[in-house]
């Protein structure tokens, strides 16, 4: 096994019992590590992330003043900081269902169930610093691959070698520069792997929209199903306006694009019983674009 040197790895330890979280500290710095910030609530872990300090976030899975899963979310998502690929291990304290499922969706590359020993802990960090799960990317999803294998009768997702800063931090002789550039090339990998999901997930809300039925439970979801339209819509011109490498022109076309998007489905949402026949053939015509303008991406690429 190599030798490894934590000296250098920023660790966030958000822990609300302070007990636990004294206990956690000292094991952590009797293990070499040398750089830990400690948090009991959701806002100092928002702040320090978003800052850059942390290449390891070791959470709880329950805050008083708000979400952590959430928050794991957005830095996944490019949202909160600059590094969407921060080691992330959730402490867990019931393991239900739902709960592992909030956490698994979040973007967490390890679960553990309280209470747990130092031990434990450090044999987990060794081994995200070993070796890192490769990230895949949805409309909705962009964390670690926990499949086993490919699930039949489903479209393969491509895997992607992340950076893994615990282990170069860990192994010494630190290049910084190439450590940040990593990162940098990564986020623009994922970004465009997000653009592309994305494209694809407007066309197959449209399908739902357009193959709906009548009635007060389908109204909802149409309902639902033009709120995530928007929401995609909008993700795009965001990602396009700070990670795609095409040129000018054509980001603003697919800007233009996905603006038509917002606003005709902000129409159709207003008001869900008319459906518009004209607004309904735009609803269409602008999907078919969409996914035209970034599957010519995917081809060119």
Do not use: W
Not at 73 to 78: G, L, S, T
Not at 116 to 129: A, E, F, G, P, Q
Not at 229 to 254: Q, T
Request: proline content about 3%; overall charge negative.
């Amino acid at each position: 096994m190599e030798e490894f040197n934590f000296e250098q790895v920023k660790v966030l330890l958000g822990e609300v019992d302070r007990n636990a979280r004294d206990g956690l500290k000292s094991a952590l710095f009797h293990r070499g590590f040398r750089s830990i910030a400690v948090a009991d609530k959701v806002s100092t872990i928002h702040e320090t992330t978003s800052n850059d300090e942390a290449d390891l976030l070791i959470c709880s899975s329950e805050y008083d003043d708000g979400d952590v899963h959430d928050l794991i979310h957005k830095i996944r998502h490019h949202e909160v900081g600059s590094n969407p690929f921060v080691l992330v291990i959730t402490l867990i304290g019931e393991p239900s269902k739902e709960l592992i499922r909030k956490v698994i969706d979040s973007g967490s590359d390890d679960i553990l169930v309280k209470p747990i020993s130092s031990s434990m802990l450090y044999d987990r960090i060794v081994k995200l610093t070993c070796e890192r799960k490769r990230f895949v990317v949805t409309s909705d999803y962009i964390g670690p691959n926990r499949r086993k294998k490919h699930r039949p009768g489903t479209k393969k997702i491509p895997e992607i070698d992340v950076p893994n800063s615990l282990q170069v931090l860990a192994l010494g002789d630190v290049d910084t520069d190439y450590l940040q550039r990593d990162i940098e090339r990564c986020s623009k990998i994922v970004s465009e792997l997000k653009l592309e999901r994305n494209a694809v997930q407007i066309d197959y809300l449209v399908k739902q929209i357009l193959s709906s039925d009548t009635g007060e439970t389908a109204e909802a979801r149409v309902g639902s199903h033009f709120d995530r339209l928007v929401s995609v819509s909008e993700d795009i011109r965001s990602r396009l306006e700070r990670f795609s490498h095409a040129e000018r022109d054509e980001k603003a076309e697919k800007d233009a694009l996905c603006q038509k998007m917002v606003d005709v489905a902000g129409r159709l949402r207003a008001d869900l019983s008319s459906r518009d026949p004209q607004d309904i053939d735009l609803l269409t015509q602008t999907a078919e674009d969409i996914k035209r303008a970034f599957h010519d991406d995917k081809i060119a690429a």
